[in-house]
Antibody, heavy 119, light 109 residues
């Protein structure tokens, strides 16, 4: 059974940093691209970014709204993907989901981690 | 940048009725990269349809997807109580590259 479990969410002040983790199981993690998607309270889904696999040199792509502030990384030995968020703004408040990318569709999602940016 | 516009914003129907949800793209989208998701309150999104018309694993056959070019449709043939939820379309733009979601349609009883 495929499972994705996010952790690391919480309350952080504007300008602060937070690191989210997503632990994967039930599939060959190293083969897959992984994505982060967020959802602000009462709003729709916003794609944050993705990290490709070793075959694609672990390359990353980011949405314009987070580029330069957020960094996605992965540890295939730990079957985990990470989202390092720096210079956080109040508008970054959202539930953050990790999702498996299988041929350009997000076929499995975690339960989400809530990040609240507030003073 | 491709923008996806979903309509209607809210669709009010009764169980047993047919639901038709629209997703219109600002530019031509490859059908291979068009997907639909369902999200229930307090839950993560779930993949329903990919490649514009292929049902994901475990999705009942009352859900169907169609369309090409800039106009795509999600149809639920006979609504069950558990189908009342939010629905999002999504496309992958290989030229940028990036994922884009529509703003969602709320299907309510």
């Amino acid at each position: 059974e495929v499972q994705l479990v996010e952790s690391g969410g919480g309350l952080v002040q504007p300008g602060g940093s937070l690191r989210l983790s997503c632990a994967a199981s039930g599939f060959t993690f190293s083969d897959n691209y992984m994505n982060w998607v967020r959802q602000a309270p009462g709003k729709g889904l916003e794609w944050v970014g993705l990290i490709r696999n070793k075959g694609a040199s672990y390359s990353t792509i980011y949405a314009a709204s987070v580029k330069g502030r957020f960094t996605i990384s992965r540890d295939d030995s730990e079957n985990s993907v990470f989202l390092q968020m720096n210079s956080l703004k109040t508008e970054d408040t959202a539930i953050y989901y990790c999702a498996r990318d299988f041929w350009y569709k997000l076929d499995y999602w975690g339960q989400g981690a809530l990040v609240t940016v507030s003073s | 940048e491709i923008v996806l516009t979903q309509s209607p914003g809210t669709l009010s129907l009764s169980p047993g009725e047919r639901a038709t949800l629209s997703c219109r793209a600002s530019q031509i989208v490859s059908s291979s990269f068009l997907a639909w998701y369902q999200q229930k309150l307090g839950q993560a999104p779930r993949l329903l349809i990919y490649g514009a018309s292929t049902r994901a694993t475990g999705i009942p056959d009352r859900f169907s997807g169609s369309g090409s070019g800039t106009d795509f449709t999600l149809t639920i043939s006979r609504l069950e109580p558990e189908d009342f939820a939010l629905y999002y379309c999504q496309q992958y733009d290989t030229s940028l590259p990036r994922f884009t979601f529509g703003q969602g349609t709320k299907l309510e009883i």
